[in-house]
């Protein structure tokens, strides 16, 4: 007995009853003929392919259309229903990635060349390359258990009555390729059911994107026994299909190795052929002969993946002379086992790759046939710090860490720390800002949008793609971890950006993977995202504490985008006392401006942006925006409550805070603020003591020369 496949054990009960495990109850067998009336009138999909399967299976889990891509993003992968959403794949690049990957998948179900093709996921460690190909594996699995995802393949049965020479043994053998049952029809019989079965099909659901066709030929067990049977019953099929196949349900599961194969290289002195093929059964060679195919063992990668997919984990460290084997699966869709004939294969062929193989390969002369016949889908990292942050955050979620906290902007500012290491150096804005804008916000009077950094910075990136190198995911998570177990060990229950930003910076110098030319400047880059911390993040948070509230806010930005609208409409607005109409206050229009940093003779130009942003927003979102919706503008307007009420608050209170280590001095009302915004208590005592401290200081500083 072997482990190797479920095909070869040498007791056929044990494979059935493993079998049934994965088949849904009631719907494991048929006959032959049964299977030809369910896929000619009932259901004609269980004649697709392996690329139709695998892309109906990416669909069946949702598909949403997005403007900014010219791919859709597929639920599979970003909201991974499988394993409910633990592992989904977060971001714009990975989007995009998983994107094309599925409409390279499409296009070859389509019946294009891409078809003939090994498609290979390229790019940096913790890209997500693996985690897409496994989401991938199983939603595959998944898909086919139900009825929309059903395929079927065949068995023979009481072989031992009709051949003299066949092991009882042997008396039920499975099609080793698990192939359609289709496959075992004469050619001419065959066209003419799945003519039919098209006809049907275009009834049932005229919108179906694909046909059905089936040209391969009967593996060679089945073709053996197909010959041998037919001299048994004087070349009556019907007779033999009825007393020795059996149809049966087909599921993919890539722990039985059926329909679903992950291959693994080995080093070059122990990789062998026969891993990708199958190879002689031993045990049978005495029964059988040497060459007759019941005595072959098709447990090689490509047989266990037929009707499925295959996957190969680093497949351009596999040495040069094994790579034909991918060239024939994928060009001719055949292999060539030792000793057997050409086998028609039936699967799309993945692989994966690190950036440094890849590069070697594409320079490589020698491996010219290779490129060409493999689609390379760019898998960069994250350039948004904003889903860089909720990968962390997706992270900790399923993490045992009941009531711990961590503060607000700390997984962002980690973010922003990891894009700014995948960001090519930009001549119009420095990466802060640069990264702000691949975030989506809006960077005062920076002269520069997401499209225009993207092209400059595709035109030096290495491969045409920024994000391609950098520093992997991996670390961040590393470092959170450890300054999450540092709080931990001091009795804390939160952790916030500062003691992250440490942690990151601490790890920098000692990480493996971080060349020693990069670690001067990834220094200075956290000691850049800490400055954005204090100021843009830290201390506005102690501010709308000290000075104001959300409502205040919301209150003052309406009656702007209300001032707004009315003068670029030559409108009124009603006044708030007496409630009669009036004129826009365009001293109150001008004030938030100047916060705005807009010079006043740019002032008509920033009112019609914000006026063309509202009616956008509105049409987009079938409401109107909120201040908090437009960074700069609400920027603004916090510096002008900021200013309006600054003179009245009790700055001694802050620093005796900081002195004493004591919140007994600090303002209820002011860590009710915070806890509002997000903070734990602890967290936001934290922060009035590091942000209010150097907000007291520049107060009292400013009374002093006042």
Not at 125 to 140: I, M, P, R, T, Y
Not at 364 to 380: H, L, S, V
Request: net charge negative; aromatic share 8%.
């Amino acid at each position: 007995m072997t482990d190797e496949s479920p095909l070869a054990y040498a007791d056929p009960s044990e494979l059935n009853e493993q079998y049934q495990e994965l088949v849904p109850e009631g719907e494991d067998e048929m006959d032959f003929f049964e299977y030809l009336e369910l896929a000619q009138t009932e259901d004609p999909k269980v004649l697709r392919d392996s690329w139709q399967r695998v892309s109906d299976a990416i669909e069946s889990y949702g598909v949403a259309e997005h403007d900014d891509s010219e791919y859709n993003e597929f639920e599979l992968w970003t909201d991974d229903p499988v394993h409910d959403g633990e592992y989904r794949l977060i971001g714009r690049e990975i989007r995009e990635a998983t994107g094309e990957l599925a409409s390279k998948v499409k296009s070859g179900a389509r019946g294009t060349d891409t078809r003939d093709r090994v498609l290979v996921s390229a790019g940096p460690v913790g890209s997500g390359k693996s985690l897409a190909d496994q989401l991938l594996k199983e939603g595959f699995s998944e898909y086919t258990k139900d009825e929309e995802g059903q395929m079927y393949t065949f068995k023979w049965t009481n072989l031992s009555d009709a051949l003299d020479d066949h092991d009882p043994i042997d008396d039920e053998m499975f099609s080793p390729m698990a192939q359609d049952p289709v496959v075992l029809l004469p050619d001419e019989m065959r066209e003419a059911v799945i003519a039919k079965a098209n006809e049907t099909l275009e009834e049932q659901d005229p919108d179906y994107e694909y046909t059905m066709d089936n040209k391969q030929g009967p593996d060679p067990l089945s073709s053996f026994l197909i010959d041998e049977l037919l001299d048994e019953y004087d070349n009556d099929f019907g007779e033999v299909m009825e007393n020795h196949v059996d149809v049966v349900r087909y599921v993919a599961d890539e722990d039985r190795r059926q329909g679903i194969e992950t291959f693994e290289p080995k080093d070059k002195k122990n990789q062998d052929e026969t891993e990708l093929t199958g190879d002689k059964n031993f045990s049978k060679v005495p029964v059988y002969g040497d060459s007759d195919p019941r005595a072959f063992d098709f447990s090689g990668a490509f047989c266990n993946a037929n009707r499925g997919i295959f996957s190969g984990e680093e497949l351009l460290k596999v040495q040069r002379e094994f790579l034909y084997d991918f060239l024939h699966a994928a060009e001719e869709g055949t292999i060539k086992p030792k000793n057997q004939p050409r086998i028609d294969i039936d699967q799309v062929l993945f692989g994966r790759t690190n950036m440094p193989e890849f590069e070697s390969k594409q320079e490589d002369e020698k491996m010219e046939a290779f490129n060409d016949r493999t689609e390379i889908i760019k898998f960069p990292y994250n350039l948004g710090y904003d889903a860089e942050a909720e990968i962390y955050g997706n992270k900790i979620e399923h993490a045992d860490m009941e009531d711990f906290h961590i503060e607000p902007h700390t997984l962002e500012m980690a973010g922003m720390m990891a894009v700014m290491t995948r960001m090519e150096e930009s001549e119009r804005v420095n990466l802060i800002d640069k990264a702000k804008i691949y975030n989506g916000e809006d960077v005062g009077d920076v002269n520069a949008d997401f499209d225009e950094l993207r092209d400059e910075a595709d035109e030096k990136a290495p491969y045409g793609r920024e994000g391609m190198e950098g520093v992997s995911p991996r670390f961040f998570t590393n470092r959170i971890d450890d300054a999450i177990e540092k709080v931990y060990n001091d009795d804390a229950s939160s952790v916030n950006a500062r003691i992250v930003l440490e942690e990151i910076e601490d790890g920098l110098p000692d990480h493996g993977s971080i060349q020693d030319e990069n670690i001067d400047r990834y220094l200075d880059f956290v000691e850049a995202v800490k400055e954005e911390y204090k100021s843009n993040r830290a201390i506005p948070d102690v501010r709308e504490a000290l000075a104001f509230d959300k409502e205040e806010l919301e209150k003052v930005g309406e009656k702007y985008i209300d001032h707004v609208l009315a003068y670029n409409t030559d409108d009124t607005v009603e006044d708030e006392v007496t409630g009669q109409p009036q004129e826009p206050d365009t001293d109150f229009l001008r004030e938030i401006e100047d916060f705005a940093g807009v010079p006043r003779g740019e002032a008509d130009t920033f009112r019609r942006d914000i006026s063309n942003w509202i009616s956008r927003y509105a049409r987009e979102e079938n409401e109107n925006p909120e201040i908090t919706e437009n960074n700069r503008l609400r920027e603004a307007v916090e510096e002008k409550l900021w200013e309006d009420k600054k003179h009245n608050i009790n700055y001694s209170a802050l620093v005796n805070a900081t002195d004493d280590d004591t919140e007994d001095s600090l303002d209820s009302d002011w860590i009710d603020t915070l806890e509002a915004k997000g903070y734990s208590r602890e967290g936001a005592v934290d922060v009035l003591e590091f942000a209010g401290a150097v907000i007291a200081e520049e107060e009292l500083e400013e009374e002093v020369a006042g």
